[in-house]
């Protein structure tokens, strides 16, 4: 057990050995204060350079950074390009409230980086192509945009833990038509329309891989509708006594919150609107793309 007080939180951080078999391990991450959400960005660059500076997994700290989150209010839209934006003037990171995709994204960020102006230049990295900022440039759709420009971070693995059991789903992507659903019209710079093609397993097999995931892939919930795959994202997380959680930020609960595995496979079999899953894991080899950051934080 290692316990570091930072910026007046008592972080302690205990090591639990993982079922026989499985050689990796996990700890959990309590504080006696403060979550993230109620901390300050001096006292989150405190957190961020302790794990930073000790031999800890990518695994274990995306089990940490996300446990830290847990409680942290679900606000939709919430991040931006900040205050000089041409369409969305949303910060460029918040802490404070989270929706599902800026739940992962900020997470990844912090879990790759040795401070918290890194943590800002590498959020930029994983929300834009390219780390340019600007509404055109942003990953918006996560099968279309955000998995192919974060290769360098993410794989999808969804075929190689499902095998014969995937299948194949086609969508039409409109980038313009998206925009106009949120209110901004006329937007120049997207790609044309272009249909996509994934492949997801489906919902009634999602128990039959736990044996699987080691934890701290990403899950992808796979809707039937039109024009967009994702219906909604969050963790793996393996608990100590081998267990599977679904750590994401609910908007039916309003806040970040663990849902074990098996009450969401009975949530996912009666909603009609929800074909199964795609599984990205994030590489251990990842290599960092250099690109110009303005470290502006907006």
């Known amino acids: 057990m290692k316990t570091f007080l930072l910026a007046g939180a008592l972080l302690t951080i205990s090591f639990a050995q993982l079922p026989e ?4 391990s996990l700890f959990n991450t309590t504080t006696s204060a403060q979550k993230l959400h109620q901390l ?13 500076q000790n031999r800890f997994t990518l695994t274990q700290k995306i089990a940490t950074y996300s446990h830290l989150s847990l409680g ?12 000089t934006g041409n369409y969305d003037k949303d910060p ?7 929706d599902c995709t800026t739940f992962c994204e900020q997470i990844l960020a912090l879990s790759i ?25 942003r990953n918006h759709f996560i099968l279309a945009d955000w998995l192919p420009n974060n290769r360098w971070l993410l794989k999808d693995v969804t075929q190689e833990k499902g095998g014969p059991l995937c299948k194949e789903m086609v969508k ?28 997801y397993l489906p919902k009634h097999h999602l128990l039959t891989i736990t044996s ?28 100590e006594d081998g267990s599977l959680s679904f750590r994401h930020a609910s908007r039916i609960n ?28 994030v590489r251990d080899d990842y290599r960092i793309p250099f690109e110009r950051i303005n470290d502006t934080l907006q």
């Not at 849902?259 to 009666?270: A, D, F, G, H, T």
């Open 172 to 199: 039409d992507i409109d980038r313009s038509t998206f925009a106009a659903s949120l209110g901004y019209d006329n937007v120049k710079g997207f790609v044309p329309p272009q249909a996509v093609s994934i492949y």
């Open 40 to 52: 300050t960005t001096p006292e989150i660059d405190d957190y961020i350079k302790a794990l930073s």
């Open 254 to 281: 309003k806040k970040v919150i663990d849902e074990p595995l098996k009450k969401l496979s009975e949530r996912l079999s009666m909603d009609e609107q929800l074909a199964g899953i795609v599984l990205l894991a």
């Open 212 to 239: 699987e995931l080691k934890g701290s892939e990403i899950m992808v919930l796979i809707t039937t509708r039109a024009g967009i795959f994702a219906a909604h994202m969050g963790f793996i997380i393996k608990n």
């Open 21 to 24: 078999g499985n050689g990796e």
């Open 92 to 98: 460029l990171i918040d802490f404070n409230k989270v």
């Open 72 to 83: 942290t209010p679900y606000v939709q839209g919430c991040l931006g390009e900040g205050s």
């Open 113 to 137: 980086s040795k401070d918290y102006q890194d943590a800002f230049r590498n959020l930029q990295k994983i929300r834009y192509h390219n780390g340019i900022k600007q509404f055109t440039s």
